[in-house]
């Protein structure tokens, strides 16, 4: 007789039990949703250095100055970069944001010239038109993330403290931090309300030729305005965001122990359950045997059950988990970067397996206990 065979003798028991089986699995989902949740964050990180290390572009921002206000480079920089070998193309930006500081919901407009934006990006638009970004000064394309956590769509108005743009359109991007980013024209962030930066821009995206080393490329760059107005800190665009993010990354990558805590928290829930069970049913494992279960059987039939209910658990964790998180678009950010919680199959499959992982240790020693337990004793219990 397999394992296997005992799954719906199993779910009987389960089932017999109902109101301490549903308590463990939504402990259990709850301590897996976190799990994801933190685990989504990290793969939003690993996904935002990846994409960009690929992309092999560069980005030139003022030296020394950290919040996107205070960094001014003049603007007839970029002909000068784009002169450099190896230079494919130099896109001025220039980059407006509600919050420097870490937040969820950080608001980043990034102002590039019109007819460059569909050239660097590789944009979507689900609803709108580019005709009407580009015939509009005070136009704007929105990511879709935005848009869903502010409830806008495409013709409305969106206003950030005084500046205001009209939605010409909603776009989607595989780079899922692309989309909580909104995109306008770059005269109109110079020239907004209460600014006055025309001749200056915030950074530089610099796009390179295949094969060019970006390193030396950066040391260049930074060479040529050494001694200029305004000296430049250029880097390759995945280490100027990791730069940017800063003790985010830190609090990110110390967040992973929280989820440690999580996995602990299952294996704890599913094993005071699993020792339960088996304290509950002591003179029905010793019947087994009197009818001809072997001891290894009866093992089974309890580190089945631990798994059975940590399995329920995680799956019910991480569809929750993943459903909150396509549905909200979150992401986190700091200093015009942001980073969008990327819940990936990957993370999914991770949580399942750690909700296996966790039954399998928990059940082990319950299910020792009740196959060694032996037979004339426990038929004597009351």
């Known amino acids: ?37 933190i685990g989504s964050v990290q793969e939003g990180m690993n996904d935002l250095q990846r994409r960009q290390a690929s992309k092999g572009s560069l980005i030139a921002f003022q030296a020394n100055k950290f919040c996107p206000a205070t960094s001014h480079l003049p603007q007839d920089y970029d002909t000068k970069i784009a002169r450099l070998d190896g230079v494919r193309e130099v896109v001025p ?33 689900l609803s709108g038109s580019w005709q009407e970004f580009e015939k509009h000064q005070d136009a704007a394309v929105v990511g879709r993330s935005v848009a869903r ?4 769509g495409a013709g409305d108005r969106f206003s950030i403290g005084e500046l205001t743009v009209t939605v010409a359109g909603i776009f ?7 989309e909580n980013y909104i995109y306008s024209h770059l005269d109109f962030l110079q020239r907004g309300k209460g600014l006055n930066l025309v001749g200056s821009v915030t950074q530089f995206e610099i796009l390179l030729n295949p094969n060019v080393d970006s390193t030396e490329k950066c040391t260049e760059i930074d060479d040529m305005f050494l001694g200029g107005p305004v000296e430049t800190d250029t880097r390759p665009k995945g280490v100027f965001q990791a730069k940017s993010l800063g003790d985010l990354t830190q609090l990110i990558h110390m967040s992973r122990y929280l989820g440690y805590a999580c996995v602990g928290l299952v294996l704890a829930l599913v094993a005071t359950t699993s020792v339960m069970s088996v304290q509950d049913r002591i003179r029905e494992h010793a019947l087994l045997q009197t009818i001809g279960f072997s001891w290894p059987q009866v093992f089974y039939l309890v580190y089945i059950e631990s ?14 988990a993943v459903g909150a998180l396509k549905i909200s678009g979150l992401s986190v950010g700091a200093e015009a970067v942001t980073v969008a919680f990327h819940p990936s199959l990957r993370l999914a499959l991770t949580g399942i397996g750690v909700s296996f992982i966790a039954g399998s240790l928990a059940g082990i020693a319950p299910a020792w206990h009740a196959a060694r337990t032996e037979i004339v004793p426990a038929l004597r219990e009351v």
């Not at 199993?10 to 039990?17: A, E, I, N, Q, S």
């Not at 109902?18 to 897996?32: C, K, M, P, W, Y």
């Not at 989607?172 to 692309?178: G, T, V």
């Open 1 to 37: 007789m397999t394992m296997f065979k005992f799954i719906p003798y199993t779910f009987k028991m389960l089932w017999r039990h109902f109101v301490r089986t549903i308590l463990t699995v939504t402990g259990s989902g709850v301590a897996l949703f976190v799990f994801c949740f």
């Open 93 to 125: 930006i220039q980059v407006f944001t509600n919050n420097c500081r870490a937040s969820l919901d950080v608001i980043v407009f990034y102002g590039l010239p019109p007819a460059k934006l569909r050239r660097v990006r590789d944009f979507e638009l």
């Open 149 to 152: 956590r502010r409830g806008i």
């Open 172 to 178: 989607k991007s595989d780079d899922p931090a692309e």
């Open 307 to 320: 798994v059975i209910l940590s399995l329920m658990g995680g799956a019910l964790g991480v569809a929750a």
